[in-house]
């Protein structure tokens, strides 16, 4: 019933930009996550955005250089990764919940979840 399509990853070097997309059917959902996991790490938050605003949220690690936005003609949410650095290097999902999120993230609030895009940065 619910589906999160994330896109748009792939390998840049140190200093490029990607931008992931997240498209959400039948639509976006209250709030709406972005989360990365890097092999033997655990899932992290990243990003978060309150749809209703929007208001949006940011991890310290990745202020100033990423992101995060909204298309609601296209049911979709965007991360704008800029500066990227090789610690960025990482599967990156998108997640969503319906009614309030809460700031730091934690992967048990979300109910939805994409399959996941892979993000390479090299040095």
């Known amino acids: 019933q619910v589906h999160l399509v994330e896109s748009g990853g792939g390998s840049v070097q140190a200093g490029g930009s990607l931008r992931l997309s997240c498209a959400a059917s039948?639509?976006?959902?209250?709030?709406m996550a972005w989360f990365r996991q890097a092999p033997e790490k655990e899932r992290e938050g990243v990003a978060a955005?309150?749809?209703?605003?929007?208001?949006?949220f940011l991890a310290d690690s990745v202020k100033g250089r990423f992101t995060v936005s909204q298309d609601r003609a296209k049911n979709t949410v965007y991360l704008q990764m800029d500066s990227l650095k090789p610690e960025d290097t990482a599967m990156y999902y998108c997640?969503?919940?319906?009614?309030?999120?809460?700031?730091?993230?934690?992967?048990?609030?979300?109910?939805?979840w994409g399959q996941g895009t892979q993000v390479t940065v090299s040095s």
């Open positions: 997640a969503a919940l319906d009614g309030g999120g809460r700031w730091p993230l934690r992967v048990g609030d979300f109910a939805y």
């Open positions: 039948p639509s976006v959902y209250n709030y």
């Open positions: 955005i309150n749809i209703g605003a929007p208001l949006t």
